[in-house]
Structures are given as structure tokens and as C-alpha cells.
């Protein structure tokens, strides 16, 4: 009786920021339509029939997400781990933004930093207002409504799709069994806020945690999140994925989510081949990013949308990428791949000297 109790408040919380979510994009909408100014829209009409196919994977996320807490997979409470506080201080200041999102986007300004930001030690890809966000990933303003923006584009899933990657992670961690769990060291690339590595410290209570992001502002909200929170703090770097600053054969596990869509295409391999250099033989990768037309073909025309909506310059090519191929290039053996909702997981495996 507990269990479906519990279960219902999930999916009434659930469905609660669904139709938030989608009361918020509709209102949105139509003060875009009547205060912005207006282009002719380049984008793709979305039939009633996809709409629906886009809910019913909405659920089977969300029944998932359930059922990987309900078998213990991670605690229920991860469930309703929402920054609410964070949402009623943050949610009007998105509203006031919204009208400088509005123009970047038709003005095609995608460039745009604040003057106290100093943008020369970064690369070239990353200096970008990607979805058309107001200093790009480089102030404390953007890390602080980050996550809300998230949640709403994703109409209440991102969380959920998110934590998709902590029963696969979990399972190649089994290969590790006999070490204490304090020595078992796992790294969240692109880490961002710190929202993953939430969820790994709810489901690894005594595990090493490191995190690593190019940007100061959301370190410092990561740092402020996870501080917040039992267990050993994470230890958070500034840094280029492309250059990690560990040793070899280091972690057990790396994970990231939502990085590689945002990636030019020899970035991607550059980082993959990282994430293979710093694990341990028999350690795994799990990734988390957008679907792509390989495996989600009926979606291709949301696909095509989103980068047409949003700011987001290298997703035409990430969508048609073969991130397979490039695992196996740089080493990684046991590639296995899944779909939820609108996010498709990696897992894969550095292989031991004798293999």
C-alpha cells in the first residue's frame, strides 16, 4: 500500500510539472506572437499523432523511472528531489529574461556575453548563447536558471531522463563488488549544476564523486547544491573535457549528460577518447544526450525543429552522428544503446590489457 501511494504522489508531481510546463510554453507563445517581433517560421508542423507518440514516450519514462526506484535501484527519494526553492525564486527572473531570449533569437545573436565576462580562455565552439540563454553558460544569472529552463523545455522530464543513467552505471559497477565503496572513484563530465551528481550521491552515498565544466558560474551552483547535501563533496574542477586533468586508468566510472549535442564533431571524439584514458581497465562509460534519426526516425521533424527554436549549432550534425563508431575508436568494447523519452544512452566498456 505504501509503494502505490508513493507511486501515485510521483506521477501526480510528475504530471503536475508536465502541464506546468506546457501552460508555460503556451502562454509564451502567444506574448511571443503578439510582443516579438515576428519571422516567417522555418519549422516543421507537429501532427496530433506525433504529439500523442511524444506523451506516450513521456509516460514510459516516467513508469521506468518509477520501477528503477521501486526495485532499489536508487532511493524513491531521489523521486521527489525538486529544487522548489530554487524554482520560486528563479521562475520570475526566467519571465524577465525571456524578452532579451526573445530578441537574441530574432536577431540571430548568438554571441552575446555581458561586458564584466571574460571570454578569451575558452574555445571558440563554446562561446555560444545556446538556446539563445543570456550569457551563453558564463554568468551566475544563466547557472541559476539553468535548470528550470531545462525542466520546462522537457516539460518536467529532465530530471527523470537524467537519472537513466544510474541503473546502467550501477550494473558495471558490479565488476568492482569487492572494493569499498569510499574507493570507488566516478567522474561526471560537463557537470554543470551538479543535478547528476545529485542523483550519484543518492544512489553511491560513500562512492568518490568528481565533477569537472568549463564554467566558473555553474560550478559555483553545482558547489552550492551539493553542499547542501550528506556524504563527501564532490570535488568540482574547472576544465576543458578535452584535456581532463587526471592520470590514466583513474575512475571507475564516467558518466556526462546532455554534452555531446553540443560538441563540434572532432570535439566529440576528442572528449570520448578522454573519458576512454582516464578510466580504469573494466571501467564504463555512460552517456546521456538527444535521441537521434538512427533510432528515433518517426521524431526526425521535432529534430529538425529544435535546432531551428533553439541556438544550438552543432546539433544538425550530433543527430547523424555515429557515436558508436566512435567509442569502438577509441577502445570501448560492449557498446549498448537505449531510448527514453526524448534522450538515448551509451554504455560502454575500456577493456582489460589481456582482452
Known sequence: MTDHLTKVAYKTVQNSKTYFSLAHKSISTQLLKTFAPTRESQTNPISPQLLMLIRERLDRLIETDWKDAESGVYPTDLLFDHPWEDFLRHYPLLCLDMPQVWMRSQQHKHQEFASDIDTTSYPAYYLQNFHHQTDGYLSENSANLYDLQVELLFNGSADAMRRRILAPLKRSLNSWSGL????????????????????????????????????????????????????????????????????????????????????????????????????????????????????????????????????????????????????????????????????????????????
Request: net charge negative.
Open 180 to 355: 569499498p565503496q569510499n574507493q570507488v572513484r566516478i567522474l561526471d563530465v560537463a557537470c554543470g549544476t551538479g543535478r547528476t551528481l545529485k542523483f550519484l550521491r543518492g544512489m553511491l552515498p560513500k562512492a568518490a564523486l568528481f565533477g569537472i565544466d568549463l564554467s566558473p558560474a555553474y560550478l559555483r551552483k553545482a558547489n552550492e547544491i551539493l553542499s547542501q547535501i550528506p556524504g563527501e563533496l564532490p570535488q568540482l574542477s574547472q576544465a576543458n573535457a578535452e584535456e581532463m586533468p587526471y592520470r590514466d586508468n583513474y575512475f571507475h566510472g564516467v558518466t556526462s549528460v546532455f554534452l555531446f549535442h553540443e560538441l563540434p564533431a572532432n570535439t566529440r571524439q576528442t572528449v570520448i577518447n578522454e573519458c576512454f584514458r582516464v578510466l580504469q581497465p573494466g571501467g564504463s562509460l555512460t552517456l546521456c544526450d538527444s535521441i537521434q534519426v538512427s533510432d528515433s526516425p518517426e521524431l526526425k521533424e521535432v529534430m529538425e525543429n529544435f535546432p531551428q527554436i533553439f541556438h544550438e549549432p552543432y546539433y544538425r550534425h550530433y543527430i547523424q552522428d555515429d557515436l558508436v563508431h566512435r567509442l569502438e575508436t577509441a577502445g570501448f568494447t560492449d557498446i549498448q544503446t537505449e531510448t527514453h523519452f526524448m534522450s538515448k544512452y551509451w554504455t560502454a566498456r575500456k577493456p582489460h590489457l589481456s582482452e
